[in-house]
């Protein structure tokens, strides 16, 4: 069985030419968190959307966030649960912590949440990307206690990096389905 998987986009929401997009056409099996506001994003309206969205679940589902929506999920893992939540693909975190890295008005999204995920999950991130150096990515999945890969110079790995389908991300998210015990 696959998993129902959730995309939950980061600030401005994902384009058409963004891969969450192409995901949410090629995936029957997927749905989106719509938030009011995707631009001036409020950490405790956007937590309430996400929540309210995966009580609505009654099915195995992993979450598949990008940028300031990895941030998000971190903030709903830290408190909150819910046993049809199986894992986690977090691709390209913004680091909310770093003001050379994200915007002044992303601050209330800091501290990003360090403890373990209750889940499989995977971080994606890149050698170049503008809102997060590999290393830190890096530091964060070890904190959350996920794998990590490094997909060299994708940048932010949104519309910009022209991905279409990411195939890649494709194969990571099965290599994370292997990983969970349905």
């Known amino acids: 069985m696959t ?15 963004h891969w969450q997009s192409f995901w949410l056409q090629k995936f029957t099996n997927s749905t989106k968190v719509i938030q009011d506001n995707w ?31 990895v941030s998000l999920v971190m903030h709903w893992v830290s408190q909150n649960n819910n046993p049809n939540i199986v894992g986690a693909m977090l691709v390209a975190p913004a680091d909310v912590d770093s003001p050379a890295h994200t915007p002044d008005f992303l601050r209330h999204f800091s501290p990003i949440p360090t403890q373990a995920v209750p889940f499989p999950s995977i971080v994606v991130g890149t050698e170049n990307d503008t809102y997060m150096s590999p290393e830190r990515a890096k530091e964060l999945a070890e904190y959350w206690g996920s794998d990590f890969i490094n997909i060299g110079q994708k940048g932010h790995i949104n519309s910009d990096s022209n991905l279409e389908y990411w195939e890649e991300g494709q194969d990571y998210l099965q290599q994370l389905i292997s990983k969970i015990k349905l």
């Open 3 to 17: 998993p129902h998987l959730l995309i939950i986009p980061g600030l401005g929401d994902s384009g058409e030419k």
């Open 39 to 69: 631009d001036e994003p409020q950490l405790h309206e956007w937590l309430e959307r996400l929540s309210e969205t995966i009580q609505k679940i009654e099915e195995p589902t992993i979450l598949v966030a990008h940028s300031l929506a």
